[in-house]
């Protein structure tokens, strides 16, 4: 029987970590190219289109302008844009689409040349440098020094308050997914780290250091999406998407209505609902971790541990290479690359585990793979379960 | 709330538009603004047209000015000029009318502050007729 299932089934990375001879709209480029080189579909066949600017204001690289950019003549597109997250909610509005019949074959992709552009600004450099007078509910919070890192060490801040997390169940993040960096010969940083060089690491806002936090670089990414039917006839085994859900719980880190829960307690269960697996069943996580503390809410919010037990788990080894659910194995935006908005690449990682050609960081017969994006400030958070099995 | 008169602020500003304007124009004359729903009595900030549980119109109510910490970061590094003058302490702060209100926290040492202390809110003008709202041990 002809499925309409709706499956990944071409993946493309653009070139990273450091590439200052591409711009945000080429890196888009270069990483649908692959995608579709990947899985040998005929482009023509492409008729949905989904995609959100990774280059920001003056880009040129928004989805219609990308639409074009690419010769999709689409049937179907979506350029929704909530932040790192993006491509989780992409994926889950695509696979509706496909699933409905509003389209048979979608284009997702990403690009951002956000180091070779803005260098570190994004971080602690001065994202609001001009004196331009804030708008909407950003002045709330910008006018008094608020920089990006210091909105996540709110969150974790409070952590350790409610549950007596320390810096160095943080930094056990850190140090795991260092680690699959290492395997990775693209990453930004490859060198171990100990838990010792985290908290010995300078502090940025309290009680975030500067290895808690996330690499900038550029990059890109691109994924295909089709049915299952169509899917036979390319060349790569088909991923199927057993559920995607998201949900937005505030925008403004101001606004987080608990600091310690993150929106992936309403979308975690969602998607697993969808996917009828369980928390247990999932042999890889890639998780955003834009923060290590975004990592850890994460979890908690996923159920892979109790809420308050995030330090605990970590600390047993879960993460790592070789545990139960190793997380972040293409070395994460913590070491890897992480160009404005990571989530396409949570999405690629969980493919490439599936397919089994994640080289050595291969987790050994992976069968379900979970990629759980955050966008804003903890704020828009999308889980997307895949399987390398129809579902049942 | 108490109101320091500061004409040399380097930072952003706000600007002010809609109900915003509202908050900081109060603030400069020393009262802290949030909002209650007449219909539902829900209260809310940051202002807005809109009641966020109702879907009715909010209205003004003062807040009394006090609330206590309910987290908190050192800032220890940002690039931009205006906040050279490192390190300061940020604080979303619990206030007793039900809502929690984002600020600077300023009058202690940085390794002082702690989850749960008592703080007092106060105004600190970035032009003549607008001012933030900042916070201090009570």
């Known amino acids: 029987m002809p499925s309409r299932d709706p499956v990944i089934c071409g993946i493309g990375l653009s070139d990273y970590p450091v590439v200052p001879h591409l711009n945000s709209v080429q890196h888009h480029a270069l990483a649908a190219r692959r995608a579709i080189a990947d899985c040998g579909i005929t482009k023509s066949a492409i008729d949905g289109y989904v995609s959100t600017s990774g280059g920001g204001p003056g880009a040129g690289d928004d989805a219609v302008s990308m639409a074009e950019y690419l010769g999709v003549n689409h049937r179907y597109i979506d350029g929704t844009m909530v932040g790192g997250s993006s491509f989780e909610f992409h994926v889950q509005h695509a696979a509706a689409a496909i699933r409905e019949g509003?389209?048979?074959?979608?284009?997702?992709?990403?690009?951002?040349?956000?180091?070779?552009?803005?260098?570190?600004?994004?971080?602690?450099?001065?994202?609001?440098?001009?004196?331009?007078?804030?708008?909407?509910?950003?002045?709330?919070?910008?006018?008094?020094?608020?920089?990006?890192?210091?909105?996540?060490?709110?969150?974790?801040?409070?952590?350790?308050?409610?549950?007596?997390?320390?810096?160095?169940?943080?930094?056990?993040?850190?140090?795991?997914?260092r680690e699959f960096a290492?395997?990775?010969?693209?990453?930004?940083?490859?060198?171990?780290?100990?838990?010792?060089?985290?908290?010995?690491?300078?502090?940025?806002?309290?009680?975030?250091?500067?290895?808690?936090?996330?690499?900038?670089?550029?990059?890109?990414?691109?994924?295909?999406?089709?049915?299952?039917?169509?899917?036979?006839?390319?060349?790569q085994p088909p991923i199927y998407v057993l559920g995607a859900a998201g949900t937005q719980t505030h925008w403004n880190i101001?606004?987080?209505?608990?600091?310690?829960?993150?929106?992936?307690?309403?979308?975690?269960?969602?998607?697993?609902?969808?996917?009828?697996?369980?928390?247990?069943?999932?042999?890889?996580?890639?998780?955003?971790?834009?923060?290590?503390?975004?990592?850890?809410?994460?979890?908690?919010?996923?159920?892979?541990?109790?809420?308050?037990?995030?330090?605990?788990?970590?600390?047993?080894?879960?993460?790592?290479?070789?545990?139960?659910?190793?997380?972040?194995?293409?070395?994460?935006?913590?070491?890897?690359?992480?160009?404005?908005?990571?989530?396409?690449?949570?999405?690629?990682?969980?493919?490439?585990?599936?397919?089994?050609?994640?080289?050595?960081?291969?987790?050994?017969?992976?069968?379900?793979?979970?990629?759980?994006?955050?966008?804003?400030?903890?704020?828009?958070?999308?889980?997307?379960?895949?399987?390398?099995?129809?579902?049942? | 709330m108490r109101v320091v008169r500061d004409l040399e602020w380097q930072g952003p500003v706000p600007a002010g538009e809609g109900e915003y304007g509202e908050f900081f124009a109060a603030a400069a004359e020393g009262r802290l603004l949030i909002?209650?729903?007449?219909?539902?009595?829900?209260?809310?900030?940051?202002?807005?047209?809109?009641?966020?549980?109702?879907?009715?119109?909010?209205?003004?109510?003062?807040?009394a000015g006090t609330g206590t910490v309910y987290t908190y970061t050192v800032v220890r590094q940002y690039g931009v000029p205006a906040f050279a003058e490192l390190p300061y302490v940020l604080a979303m702060i619990d206030l007793p009318e039900g809502v929690r209100m984002f600020g600077g926290l300023t009058g202690i040492d940085p390794d002082d502050v702690e989850i749960g202390?008592?703080?007092?809110?106060?105004?600190?003008t970035y032009d003549d007729t607008h001012a933030l709202v900042f916070w201090e041990p009570a």
Request: hydrophobic share 40%; charged share 20%; proline share 6%.
């Open chain 1, 182 to 235: 290492g395997l990775n010969p693209d990453a930004r940083y490859r060198d171990p780290i100990t838990v010792d060089d985290v908290v010995n690491s300078r502090m940025i806002a309290d009680p975030l250091h500067k290895l808690d936090c996330c690499v900038i670089t550029d990059g890109g990414g691109a994924l295909v999406m089709t049915t299952e039917e169509i899917a036979r006839d390319l060349c």
């Open chain 2, 117 to 124: 202390m008592p703080v007092t809110a106060y105004a600190r």
């Open chain 1, 102 to 177: 509003l389209c048979d074959t979608v284009l997702v992709t990403y690009g951002s040349d956000q180091l070779t552009r803005m260098g570190r600004v994004l971080g602690t450099g001065g994202f609001q440098r001009d004196a331009q007078p804030v708008a909407g509910a950003m002045q709330m919070a910008t006018p008094y020094g608020l920089p990006l890192v210091g909105a996540y060490a709110l969150a974790a801040r409070r952590h350790m308050h409610e549950f007596g997390t320390t810096s160095e169940q943080l930094a056990e993040i850190a140090v795991g997914i």
């Open chain 2, 35 to 63: 909002q209650q729903c007449p219909e539902c009595g829900h209260r809310q900030h940051y202002p807005r047209a809109i009641c966020t549980a109702c879907g009715a119109e909010p209205e003004w109510m003062e807040a």
């Open chain 1, 254 to 392: 101001h606004q987080m209505p608990d600091f310690t829960e993150m929106g992936a307690a309403v979308c975690g269960p969602e998607a697993f609902a969808q996917a009828g697996v369980t928390p247990s069943d999932i042999d890889t996580a890639q998780l955003y971790d834009s923060f290590t503390i975004t990592v850890m809410l994460m979890l908690e919010g996923l159920g892979f541990c109790g809420r308050g037990e995030g330090g605990a788990y970590v600390e047993e080894g879960h993460l790592r290479r070789g545990g139960s659910m190793p997380t972040n194995t293409d070395g994460g935006g913590l070491s890897s690359n992480h160009p404005g908005m990571r989530g396409i690449f949570l999405l690629i990682e969980a493919v490439r585990q599936l397919r089994g050609d994640a080289g050595e960081a291969q987790v050994p017969n992976a069968e379900l793979a979970l990629a759980c994006g955050s966008g804003g400030w903890l704020s828009a958070i999308a889980t997307v379960i895949l399987g390398k099995d129809r579902p049942t």
